[in-house]
T-cell receptor
């Protein structure tokens, strides 16, 4: 199993530019999570999807952030326009359908390190 | 009520020592308590998890102790090794968090050789 795949691994952009982060969850998983990690704020849940439907986006910082999941194997997190305070590591995680022994387990991707200058 | 409080923020232990990381929660509906381990440059990965029907769970050198009445749980690492140096996160979930994990703030653990 390839695990959760994220791209790009590193992104450096200038303030005001649009940034798109991509995630491919583990096949068969039906929940997908986007997190942001910083030294100051730790690990923050931004949004999560279940069966491709956004369930909770209360963690999305503001309207500059948007996320989509057009199908079960792909999701994007977009920041437009980007700001220096968006600099962080963004993780995507997926989890299997509810009903088994480890259904609460989240499997994280390697993250995208975003730097906004 | 959805918070999970983790301490300490950082911890330095000599090789072979037993680091202990503590977490406390308030929501009695939580029924799943995992610990995740994160190495630099990697995403967090599940290390060990416990449900409230047991007070202790061991997997290799890692042990979770769970105190339901105190609403606390802790991670112990026996015979710690420099390779255990990582950031450790506790979390909790239950029906009224929609089974979303509520995360602790993390503990940066350094095991000195």
């Amino acid at each position: 199993d390839a695990g959760v795949i994220q791209s790009p691994r590193h992104e450096v952009t200038e303030m005001g530019q649009e940034v798109t982060l991509r995630c491919k969850p583990i096949s068969g998983h039906n929940s997908l999570f986007w997190y942001r990690q910083t030294m100051m704020r730790g690990l923050e849940l931004l949004i999560y999807f279940n069966n491709n439907v956004p369930i909770d986006d209360s963690g999305m910082p503001e309207d500059r952030f948007s996320a989509k999941m057009p199908n079960a194997s792909f999701s994007t997190l977009k920041i437009q326009p980007s700001e220096p305070r968006d600099s962080a590591v963004y993780f995507c995680a997926s989890s299997p359908p509810f009903g088994g022994g480890e259904t609460d387990t989240q499997y994280f991707g390697p993250g995208t390190r975003l730097t906004v200058l | 009520q959805q918070q999970v409080k983790q301490s300490p923020q950082s911890l330095i232990v000599q090789k072979g020592g037993i680091p202990i990381i503590n977490c406390a929660y308030e929501n009695t509906a939580f029924d799943y308590f995992p610990w995740y381990q994160q190495f630099p440059g990697k995403g967090p990965a599940l290390l060990i998890a416990i449900r409230p029907d047991v007070s202790e769970k061991k997997e290799g050198r890692f042990t979770i102790s769970f105190n339901k009445s105190a609403k606390q749980f802790s991670l112990h690492i026996m015979d710690s090794q420099p390779g255990d140096s990582a950031t450790y996160f506790c979390a909790a979930s239950g029906w009224d968090s929609n089974y979303q994990l509520i995360w602790g703030a993390g503990t940066k653990l350094i095991i000195k050789p």
